[in-house]
């Protein structure tokens, strides 16, 4: 890749068309956004409010995880259920987990069962950039995207050459983080393989439970990640990625085991085997001045083994995926562009429940035009999904971009969105007097309006700031005659990030507020904080680097019915980096560093009701300590 002459170009570019050569390069920079629109545009030029952490980024925080990063941006919360390895709740802007697509290079990752996207289980040392959008995305992506888009990228390539890194690191709870790097490669062909090994004790995730639930729950992850790709001209371009996460997550289970002979429930000692992996390959050409193409070739896994130590008990629950994206960018005239483009993907499950139906496809057409004018720019899209469970649907979007002058412009957008149902909304089996499924759910919908501020306040000052109400019907609820399309909800919300460099230190600060409400019930959402503030402040000294984050949470309820109150609470952490020579460096991070007891979830033990009475534990003052050695070859 020829980063030299491409990344000034690249930041100068005002238009959202540039050359697919670029998009390795862009990776490395800040100021762009590939998700937003599947091709790299400057992130003035997208219509979605969006959030982008690069490798420095990554670097610079010493994020634990990629929820650790992901609980930075403003309007995403994050709500653990214990320690590392635990399923996290993914909140963007209000809406739930399975309501956010998430992506790995250009795939979906979610599991067709559930609708979760095991993000607790990608290694943040195997990942490049991440990207946020906030907003539906439906129109460029179908369904899942109502509340948003989260777009992983693996790692490239450090430069021309071979490039080795090796990590290290230990840290509380007898934590150890390992990997291990090679990049590099010429001016036509380029590539990384990473390798990653992380496991640590744990913390015991439940307070009252069974005693074989007062144990620590220890967490393992083994992760390989694969870049590689070849330019045969200035015009054409083929590459391949992967990325493989597996390995044991041990949790509580207060509901134990029901044994048939004593008729009483039992404790548990019950583990996770899993897999997250993702693989894709690419061809992207110029066909001509005015006209880029990219197909897109992929498959994903998302497979769940859980066994018991202390008894026989199993079950499997593995879903792939198979997919095919075309995307044509067009270059009408100067002011005029057109995307064009199809999907294609077909979900599998594998299990050892049997599921009435164990496969469907998914295909869709989509076109968006954008018009860049002096005094005003548009961009309108439409989507035609038809899918072999619930027929056909349609999403449309629209924004008006109003620049107010060379430092302010204000957007105006309207998207709709929608969730389809997942298989086990759809086929699980009705078992023992349970209805568990419903063949006949529509696909969850959403309407989303919202006003967005982008002011370049200095130059070294910005601010973005969005306000926007999304409304969301036939969501899909459970109760005792199974699933329905049932509940509908309206959400409010603000959110601001700002960003400011004062004395030498670079502040980011972000806000954000909510009104998040089930409009039949009045109650708020489940899990949702109607206020959350993030901060972080980093400074540079010559070798030395030091760095120190703030978040402060509020109250939010357990469940709908709004009879639990979780307590709202604040977090501190600080950060520090030495590089004592050009091939050595090293970090020391304190996370929780006033040790606060807080909780983001409740689970159910011995309550006849089933109701959530007890608070899942989550991680107290915890430190870790790393070296990383990247020699000169």
Do not use: C
Not at 221 to 233: A, M, P, Y
Not at 488 to 493: E, H, L
Request: proline residues 3%; without cysteine.
């Amino acid at each position: 890749m020829k980063h030299l002459r491409l990344a000034l170009p690249l930041l100068l570019l005002p238009t959202a068309d540039l050359l697919a050569d670029t998009r390795d390069a862009a990776l490395k920079l800040p100021d762009v956004v590939i998700s937003a629109n599947r091709q790299v545009q400057a992130r003035n030029d997208s219509s979605a409010a969006n959030t982008v952490f690069t490798r420095d980024d990554i670097d610079r925080l010493q994020p634990s995880s990629l929820t650790d990063l992901l609980s930075r941006v403003p309007g995403v919360q994050v709500a653990r259920t214990g320690g590392r390895g635990s399923l996290p709740g993914i909140f963007i802007r209000g809406t739930k987990s399975a309501q956010s697509l998430v992506l790995v290079d250009g795939q979906r990752i979610a599991n067709s069962t559930s609708g979760d996207s095991g993000l607790q289980y990608l290694n943040i040392d195997q990942i490049e950039r991440v990207e946020v959008l906030r907003g539906s995305r439906s129109v460029i992506y179908g369904s899942d995207a109502i509340g948003g888009v989260i777009q992983v990228f693996t790692r490239r390539n450090a430069g021309p050459g071979l490039q080795p890194r090796l990590k290290l690191g230990f840290g509380s709870h007898n934590t150890w983080e390992r990997s291990l790097g090679l990049s590099g490669g010429d001016e036509r062909t380029r590539f990384n393989l990473g390798a990653s090994l992380d496991d640590t004790a744990g913390i015991d995730w439940s307070h009252t439970s069974f005693p074989s639930d007062r144990d620590h729950d220890a967490y393992r992850n083994k992760s390989l990640s694969l870049n590689l790709s070849h330019e045969f001209s200035d015009e054409l371009e083929v590459g391949f990625n992967l990325l493989d996460s597996r390995g044991k997550s041990e949790y509580d289970n207060s509901f134990g085991r029901y044994d048939f002979a004593t008729g009483q429930s039992v404790g548990q000692k019950p583990y996770t085997d899993y897999t997250v992996s993702s693989a894709s390959a690419y061809i992207d050409a110029q066909l001509n001045e005015a006209w880029q193409t990219r197909v897109e070739l992929g498959h994903s896994e998302n497979r769940d083994t859980k066994r018991d130590k202390l008894s026989t008990d199993f079950s499997v629950f593995n879903t792939y995926r198979d997919s095919i994206n075309w995307q044509n960018d067009l270059t009408l005239d100067q002011q005029n562009s057109l995307i064009l483009g199809g999907d294609w993907y077909e979900d599998r499950f594998h299990g050892s429940t049997t599921l009435s139906e164990n496969s469907r496809w998914n295909r869709a057409a989509f076109i968006q035009h954008r018009f860049k004018g002096e005094w005003f720019s548009t961009e309108l899209g439409l989507r035609r999904d038809q899918n072999q469970q619930f027929g056909g649907q349609n999403s449309w979007s629209g924004t008006l971009t109003l620049p107010v002058n060379s430092e302010n412009d204000v957007l105006l957008s309207y998207s709709e969105g929608f969730r389809a149902p997942t298989f086990n909304d759809l086929y699980y089996p009705n078992e023992n007097g349970f209805i568990s499924s419903n063949p006949d759910l529509k696909p969850e919908t959403s309407k989303s309006y919202e006003v967005q501020w982008r002011s370049q306040l200095s130059d070294v000052s910005r601010l973005e700031a969005s306000l926007y109400r999304t409304d969301i019907k036939d969501a899909i609820i459970y109760d005792n005659s199974g699933p329905h399309n049932v509940a509908t909800a309206r959400i409010n919300g603000f959110e601001a990030a700002l960003k400011q460099e004062l004395f030498g230190w670079q502040g980011n600060f972000g806000l954000s507020i909510i009104d998040p409400r089930d409009r039949n019930s009045g109650h708020t959402l489940a899990r949702r904080a109607r206020r959350t503030l993030n901060l972080d402040l980093d400074r540079q000294f010559e070798q030395l680097s030091l760095g120190a984050s703030w978040q402060a949470i509020s109250s939010s309820y357990d469940a709908e019915d709004n009879k639990h109150r979780l307590s709202g609470y604040y977090l501190l952490g600080l950060r520090s980096g030495w590089a004592l020579n050009r091939e050595v460096a090293l970090s020391l991070k304190v996370d929780n560093l006033l040790d606060r007891r807080y909780t983001r979830a409740r689970y159910s033990y011995n309550d006849p009701t089933f109701q959530s009475n007890q608070p899942y534990r989550e991680e107290g003052r915890t430190w870790m300590l790393g070296v990383t050695w990247t020699p000169q070859l």
